[in-house]
């Protein structure tokens, strides 16, 4: 018997008070049309009321896929756990779901992807909640905000400290779904789901299983239906006995402004010289002082913002493939792709489900891992999760702190100064004109990474941006290397306000660094 049912249907079978997951990470694999019409029966009807929401991955994003600014409405979201939450530009308006966030209307926690994804696996076996020291000493802690955003979340805490086996870990109780609204491709008439257009799996199988072991309900969005027995079985990501109902989406696009790329989804494998190559400019020097850490059959991380350029470097270098990528949404190896593609990647060696993913990030098991910040401060802190004055412009922490928690060596990337104006030559950076204020600060807004705790770990922790080179120490940041054309004593001592020392012994940079051709770099 088929599972076909209208988005109406589908939605109306979802009761108030439900704890709804959400398997999507921004545009890619978000089930918007469910989500649109989830919205759109609260409108007509009222109901349903007090939802509980559990996004591992931000659902949606501000260019085009509403995604949770669907459901975004007062009476119909009490609660909402998300791992990031749609972000993008100030020139745009705020999503709703932040509105209610900032005005208090919602109970709003963000929770590290990863132990997000944990929650799941642990509800699903009915073992009692996550343990855990991701997040120790960061906002995640609560001796700190404990992952809430808001004061109603701080009313209703999740997370706890907890003494066990003579060490400190922090506990997540479970939170037991009863609805799974999740994406794929395709879907056979018994439910069996493939992702054949989708550039990465998610966390869809866990999501739903989470959900069937509760006695929930698992409603699956896809592009088109086949007939029960036509799918090959190893293809099935998701088998049919945990899919309840079907919703039909043909036009579902496989991420914002892309309706269907076969290389985001490993049908075909892009010609390298088809990647466009990173702008010259300060952003492309500094993921260039970042790719300089990088040896030949490493594997590493890699985030947002000027991060994800340093693939684009050793593409440059005419060294594509000398480094294994791996990116929290499952993508493993290939080119990591930017703008509204980023979390998928072309010409991808496996796509790893997201929840594995993060077993393997949270256990160090890669070489390095490149992100950016928002803000340093003098313990070596950053903050890439929260902006009190536009909140909107940071997604969250994501994957970030699961990331951070263990990893071995940790290359942060940023601006010094926010709004300097800098010259660029073959020659040397000069800053034309100071910036409004330092990324340097006495104490961050919000402690995404704790440099306390890296210190503690035996943590590798560089910091690189348009004037230095700066380490964590056990006397705070100091530049060891600097940047050809910058003044250390005005441009990074007194612009920091004394917050960043100079090494006796820094050296300056190489000016291969600045140049308009490759730079040099050899595996």
């Not at 990470?25 to 919205?39: E, I, R």
């Not at 919602?106 to 590290?112: I, L």
């Not at 802190?381 to 994957?399: H, R």
């Not at 890296?454 to 290397?481: F, N």
Request: charged share 20%; aromatic share 6%; with cysteine.
């Amino acid at each position: 018997m088929s599972k076909l049912v209208s988005p109406a249907e589908a939605v109306a079978r979802i009761a108030d008070g439900a704890v709804v997951t959400v398997s999507s990470s921004s545009a890619l694999g978000c089930p918007d049309l469910v989500l649109k019409a989830l919205g759109q029966r609260f409108r007509d009807e009222g109901h349903p009321r007090g939802l509980t929401t559990l996004h591992p991955i931000a659902a949606g994003d501000m260019y085009g896929v509403k995604g949770i600014d669907w459901i975004a409405q007062d009476g119909l979201l009490s609660r909402v756990l998300a791992g990031s939450y749609p972000s993008g530009s100030s020139n745009l308006p705020m999503p709703e779901i932040w509105k209610m966030i900032v005005e208090d209307r919602v109970a709003a926690y963000n929770v590290p992807s990863g132990i997000m994804f944990d929650m799941h696996r642990e509800a699903a076996a009915k073992r009692p909640g996550v343990l855990t020291r991701v997040g120790l000493q960061t906002f995640v802690d609560p001796v700190r905000e404990g992952c809430a955003m808001n004061a109603k979340a701080a009313e209703q805490p999740i997370v706890s400290r907890v003494e066990f086996g003579g060490e400190t870990w922090l506990h997540f109780p479970n939170i037991q779904p009863d609805v799974c609204i999740l994406r794929a491709t395709t879907a056979d008439e018994w439910g069996n789901l493939t992702y054949e257009h989708e550039g990465a799996y998610l966390g869809g199988l866990e999501q739903a299983i989470a959900t069937r072991t509760n006695g929930g309900l698992v409603i699956a969005q896809v592009k088109r239906l086949t007939a029960r027995g036509s799918l090959r079985p190893h293809d099935v990501r998701v088998p049919g006995h945990l899919v309840d109902l079907i919703v039909l989406d043909p036009d579902q696009k496989q991420t914002t402004e892309t309706p269907h790329d076969p290389a985001i989804s490993g049908e075909v494998i892009r010609p390298w010289g088809s990647f466009t190559l990173a702008e010259h400019g300060i952003e492309k020097v500094i993921a260039r002082r970042a790719a300089m850490e990088l040896r030949a059959g490493m594997t590493a991380n890699l985030g947002f913002g000027i991060s994800a350029m340093v693939p684009r470097v050793l593409l440059e270098e005419g060294h594509p493939q000398a480094v294994t990528w791996a990116i929290e949404q499952g993508a493993v190896g290939g080119m990591p792709l930017t703008g509204f593609a980023f979390g998928c990647a072309s010409n991808a060696d496996a796509y790893v489900p997201s929840p594995q993913q993060f077993i393997y990030f949270q256990g160090a098991g890669f070489d390095m891992s490149f992100l950016s910040f928002l803000e340093v401060d003098v313990e070596g802190n950053v903050n890439v999760s929260k902006l009190g004055k536009k909140p909107y412009l940071t997604a969250g922490c994501g994957g970030f702190v699961d990331i951070t928690a263990h990893a071995k060596k940790i290359v942060f990337s940023g601006w010094f100064e926010a709004g300097a104006q800098i010259d660029l030559t073959e020659s040397g950076i000069s800053v034309r004109q100071p910036g409004k204020f330092t990324k340097m600060v006495a104490q961050v807004e919000h402690v995404t990474f704790s440099g306390q705790r890296a210190r503690e770990q035996g943590q590798e922790v560089l910091y690189i941006s348009e004037r230095c080179v700066m380490r964590l120490s056990d006397r705070g940041l100091v530049a060891t290397e600097i940047m050809p054309g910058i003044d250390p004593a005005r441009d990074i001592v007194a612009a920091s306000e004394g917050r960043v020392a100079v090494a006796e012994n820094a050296v300056t940079m190489p000016l291969a660094l600045l140049a308009e051709g490759p730079m040099g770099w050899a595996p």
